[in-house]
Structure formats: structure tokens, C-alpha cells
């Protein structure tokens, strides 16, 4: 089953702990995204990759990292979490063509409470 | 940069009223996606518009792109309560040196009585 898996789903921290959200598809897609939704902010691109080793920084990359090593993960990483990071965070997946994105597959999410 | 502007932000109707969303863009997109979220679930595609002037349906939804490739709306038509959720447009824009990104509206919620 095509799908793209988020873990955890669940998570509470407290500030300045560093921790990984891990993003995984298994449709071979060469673009990956993450995203953060907040209450009437909608959803806003934190950081995106359009192939292994490429990553380049969305609307709001600012307090978090992501690697992108192996075409199937991409995880997102938080070195020193603030309250402000509380969000509920979405990756997604695409093909990449040459006109644009096809359809994004989102996971799950992972909702994430800093204290 | 890029903004994608959606209205409204909540809609509030009877079962059987139709309701519409709108998105606007400051600049020209390549294509604009629409999104379905459900509550407590994930954005889930819907359909993607990439022609000027396009208009897309669905059943009882249609999706329209403008001729200048700015703005779009979804509308749909006799609303159920299966139609519940918050609705997101996606703007692509084709980025210098090839890229692609998409920008989401803020997403319009919907809520159905009966």
C-alpha cells in the first residue's frame, strides 16, 4: 500500500531537548516536504527536498533541520525546541515533474507539545 | 514572496445550500491543487487545475482556475454532511533554476447541519 508513515504521532518534550521526527514513503517519490499547521495559519513549508542530498528551506525553516540521505526518508529535526514549536506537523511526498508537483501524499501527522 | 490568500475562513451551512471557497494569488501560478482535511485527519488531494480557464468536476464539486491564472475556486454543489472538513488551496509556482513550490491557503472550514 502506497503510504507515507510519521513517528511518532505523539510527542512531548520540554525546551531544548533535541528530537527527530522521522518521515518515511514507499511510493519512490523524489519530492519530500514538511509542513507545520497551526490554527488560521493553515499549512506552512518548513523545509522541502527534491532529491537525495538536495533540501532547500521553505517559508518557515528557522529552528529546525532535515537531511535528506536516502530517496525514502527525511526526517526533520528540532535541536532545541521552543514552546513556540508546538504544532502538529505534516510530510508529505510527490513525483517531481518537469511542469510542477504531482499529487502530494501527506502522513499522518505528528502533533508535538513543547513545554 | 508568494501568498495565497483564501476566503472565507469558515462557512457555516444547511445540508442541501451550496457552498464556495476562493483563492487568490499575488503572482501567476503554474497549477493550483485542491486539498481536502478532515477533522483529526490529514490533507487528502482532491484534484490539480494546470490550464488557464480550466474548469474541473467531481460529482458535486467543481473546480475553476481563472483565465490569468490567479485565482481560483472550488464550489460545491447541494452540500452533505460527508462534505465537513476544512478545504486547502495549493498555488505551484515554478521557482528560478526549475524547482517547484506550492504555497497553501489558509483553508476554509466547512461545517454542515442538518
Known amino acids: 500500500e502506497a503510504q507515507v508513515t510519521q513517528n511518532p504521532r505523539y510527542l512531548i518534550t520540554v525546551t531544548g531537548k533535541k528530537l527527530t521526527v522521522t518521515c518515511s514513503q514507499n511510493?519512490?517519490?523524489?519530492?519530500m516536504s514538511w509542513y507545520r499547521q497551526d490554527p488560521g495559519l493553515g499549512l506552512r513549508q518548513i523545509y522541502y527536498?527534491?532529491?537525495?542530498?538536495?533540501?532547500d528551506k521553505g517559508d518557515v525553516p528557522e529552528g529546525y533541520k532535515v537531511s535528506r540521505k536516502e530517496k525514502r526518508n527525511f526526517p526533520l529535526i528540532l535541536e532545541s525546541p521552543s514552546p513556540n514549536q508546538t504544532s502538529l506537523y505534516f510530510c508529505?511526498?510527490?513525483?517531481?515533474?518537469?511542469?510542477?508537483?504531482?499529487?502530494?501524499?501527506f502522513g499522518p501527522g505528528t502533533r508535538l507539545l513543547v513545554l | 514572496g508568494q501568498q495565497v490568500m483564501q476566503i472565507p475562513q469558515y462557512q457555516h451551512v444547511q445540508e442541501g445550500e451550496d457552498f464556495t471557497t476562493y483563492c487568490n494569488s499575488s503572482t501567476t501560478l503554474s497549477n493550483i491543487q485542491w486539498y481536502k482535511q478532515r477533522p483529526g485527519g490529514h490533507p487528502v488531494f482532491l484534484i490539480q487545475?494546470?490550464?488557464?480557464?480550466e474548469v474541473k468536476k467531481q460529482k458535486r464539486l467543481t473546480f475553476q482556475f481563472g483565465e490569468a491564472k490567479k485565482n481560483s475556486s472550488l464550489h460545491i454543489t447541494a452540500t452533505q454532511t460527508t462534505d465537513v472538513g476544512t478545504y486547502f488551496c495549493?498555488?505551484?509556482?515554478?521557482?528560478?533554476?526549475?524547482?517547484?513550490?506550492?504555497?497553501f491557503g489558509t483553508g476554509t472550514q466547512l461545517k454542515v447541519e442538518l
Open positions: 527536498s527534491m532529491n537525495v542530498e538536495v533540501t
Open positions: 487545475l494546470v490550464k488557464s480557464g
Open positions: 511510493m519512490n517519490h523524489e519530492y
Open positions: 508529505a511526498s510527490s513525483l517531481f515533474l518537469a511542469g510542477g508537483l504531482e499529487t502530494q501524499y
Open positions: 495549493a498555488g505551484g509556482y515554478i521557482l528560478t533554476g526549475g524547482g517547484n513550490k506550492l504555497t
